[in-house]
């Protein structure tokens, strides 16, 4: 796929969670020969992304500005990254925004990525599908990088307090296989028997 000309897209994949109720590392779980870190990586570029963060607490990966902060905390560190506070940002004619995909969706298809990726560039507004956190196509811009870290900072840090503080738009789609998370051996075993039947 190759993207809208207007956009500029970075991918980014939150996989610093504990991975407490899994039991191992969710990241490095395999599906046909492949980690979820490697194959959240590999459907990113396959959407057309040719710049992708790691949020992951671990060298060689971009690791949480505000420690135990959860997926808003890594959504605000590639901000503060890609936006640092100490500088001045000139406007550009591009559309810059992020492409956030969790490392825990072994389901999650190209096109259901394309769908929001087509959509949030045509409405110039931070996306998701109703009803789901993630994946989410978000602005990258100084107001989006300084409500997530008012909310990285706080006590209650969800992505849904996110998306609602930054009125982000949502368009509906008939399927819900795509956002099948898996937190805990029993719903990884699901998914993997959903991938190949």
């Not at 849904?160 to 805990?184: G, H, M, W, Y």
Request: glycine residues 6%.
């Amino acid at each position: 796929m190759s993207l809208p000309s207007h956009l500029n897209l970075i991918g980014v994949v939150l996989a610093g969670g504990k991975s407490t109720r899994m039991g191992t590392d969710k990241a490095q779980l395999k599906v046909q020969g492949k980690t979820m870190l490697d194959r959240t990586i590999d459907l990113l570029k396959e959407v057309g992304v040719k710049d992708v963060i790691v949020c992951r607490n671990e060298a060689g990966y971009l690791a949480d500005k505000y420690p135990n902060s959860g997926p808003v905390g890594g959504i605000h560190s590639v901000l503060e990254h890609l936006l640092p506070s100490s500088k001045r940002h000139l406007p550009t004619k591009k559309l810059k925004a992020l492409l956030i995909l969790p490392v825990d969706m072994p389901l999650l298809s190209k096109s259901i990525l394309e769908d929001l990726i087509n959509c949030g560039a045509e409405m110039y507004s931070s996306l998701r599908f109703k009803d789901q956190p993630l994946p989410l196509f978000l602005l990258a811009n100084e107001e989006v990088r300084d409500c997530a870290k008012l909310i990285a900072k706080s006590d209650k840090r969800s992505i849904k307090r996110l998306v609602n503080c930054l009125s982000c738009a949502s368009i509906t789609t008939e399927q819900q296989q795509p956002f099948f998370n898996t937190n805990d051996p029993l719903q990884w075993q699901d998914a993997i028997e959903q991938l190949t039947t």
